[in-house]
């Protein structure tokens, strides 16, 4: 999308931005988001030395430009973009506040337990789950809603 690759790096894909393309459908009639959403890889020696605002989750969270798509249809050939904005995550934000709690949360289970702990069923907000070999952070579907609901 927009001419960018995609991008497994920590950094983001833009200039200043993070590019997040997010499939939604109508469900009983409500724009609903269909998937979760990877927000980035985790590291676990980043994760154990890293708070939650010196991190990459936090730095691709709020640097986030968010594409809402509707697809019409399996293999449908054209989508609707719905929404193109960003979310203003600020550090005093409620939403923000328990992001950083299911960091937190997440990071003290890989310091206590070990790598192999994290699953999805952690964080209300986010979830540190399986991606390929490893593990990401991903927005559960009720942040990528609100993200949603948010925009302009």
Known sequence: MAGLETNTSKAPNGLNFELKSVSFYLKKGKITPKYTMAITMVNEKE???HGFYESHCWAKLKS?????????????????????????????????????????????????????????????????????????????????KKIFENLN
């Open 47 to 49: 994760l154990v030395e």
């Open 64 to 144: 986030m430009v968010f594409c809402a798509v509707m697809w019409h249809g399996r293999n449908a050939e054209n989508a609707e973009l719905l929404k193109v904005g960003s979310f203003d995550f600020s550090e005093n934000d409620e939403v923000i506040k328990e992001v950083k709690s299911d960091y937190d949360f997440i990071r003290s289970k890989l310091k206590t337990k070990g790598f192999s702990s994290l699953t999805g069923k952690d964080g209300k907000w986010i979830q540190a789950r399986t991606k390929g070999e490893g593990r990401a952070f991903y927005a559960r579907m009720s942040l990528v």
